[in-house]
């Protein structure tokens, strides 16, 4: 296996070696009101609500997807001891930026304008070139876990 100059492996090397797909299926978000949190997620955010099950008092997971997704999010009671709010930088990925904020703010999220990285950080206003993964919006829920949502248009096309 060659070892890149940042110190990372390559890649392909190790997909290679690895027998084994090793899909993420579930993130948990702590959050300090269940029932507000899903009713941000599925109704603000438009993700499918597929579990809502409770087990007594102190135990209850709600699990909810992006339209699109592979990958789903569970919050509730009793599933992790994470503290509210503490979940930084979720990625979501769009192939239209200005059509995704434009969805957000009619459904009342209090989401950023579409910013892109430019020398000294990020700017106001898409990625000049158009690029995957230069053009980014970013928005938090009811408890502060925040998400970034990036533009990969050429997943549009099928990539």
Request: aromatic residues 6%; negative net charge; hydrophobic residues 40%.
């Amino acid at each position: 296996m060659s070892t890149l100059p940042d110190g990372t492996t390559n890649a392909r090397e190790t997909e290679r070696r690895s027998a084994m797909d090793w899909s993420l299926e579930l993130v948990l978000l702590p959050v300090s009101d269940v029932d507000r949190a899903k009713t941000f997620y599925a109704e603000q955010l438009g993700f499918h609500v597929d579990v809502d099950h409770r087990a007594g008092e102190s135990f209850r997971v709600v699990q909810l997807t992006p339209p699109g997704s592979a990958c789903s999010i569970s919050i509730g009671t009793g599933i992790t001891d994470a503290a509210p709010g503490s979940v930084r930088g979720t990625h979501l990925v769009v192939t239209d930026i200005a059509a995704a904020r434009a969805e957000l703010v009619e459904r009342g999220v209090d989401v950023s304008e579409v910013q892109h990285f430019a020398e000294g950080g990020l700017v106001p206003g898409p990625d000049p070139q158009g690029r995957d993964y230069g053009s980014y919006l970013f928005f938090a829920d009811p408890d502060g876990n925040t998400w970034a949502v990036q533009q990969v248009a050429s997943r549009a096309a099928g990539r």
